[in-house]
């Protein structure tokens, strides 16, 4: 699981960041936001999700393979889909 830090309308979708699995607070949307329809709020359940909940990847989100790397910025690529390539912090990822 992990905490939302950050939630936005970007690129036509709602999505949220955490800065440890982004890499800190610099995050890029393009490249680290997560989209909300791939998560889901053990927080709230379907209530609108706000910063601070408690998150986990959806059925179907929570498995797969790293589709690429980042040795210089120790990050790890993970294709989600229609919504693209998603950025993690390998450290930070691992843990999930």
Do not use: C, E, H
């Amino acid at each position: 699981t992990f905490n939302v830090d950050k939630i936005a309308q970007v690129n036509g979708i709602w999505q949220m960041i955490n800065y440890a699995l982004a890499g800190g607070t610099d995050a890029d949307w393009t490249n680290n936001g997560i989209p909300l329809d791939i998560v889901d709020n053990l927080t709230r359940g379907m209530s609108p999700t706000q910063v601070g909940d408690v998150m986990k990847f959806s059925a179907g989100y929570d498995n797969g393979t790293i589709d690429k790397y980042d040795t210089a910025t120790n990050g790890v690529g993970i294709v989600f889909g229609k919504y693209g390539i998603i950025w993690f912090n390998a450290d930070a990822f691992i843990k999930l």
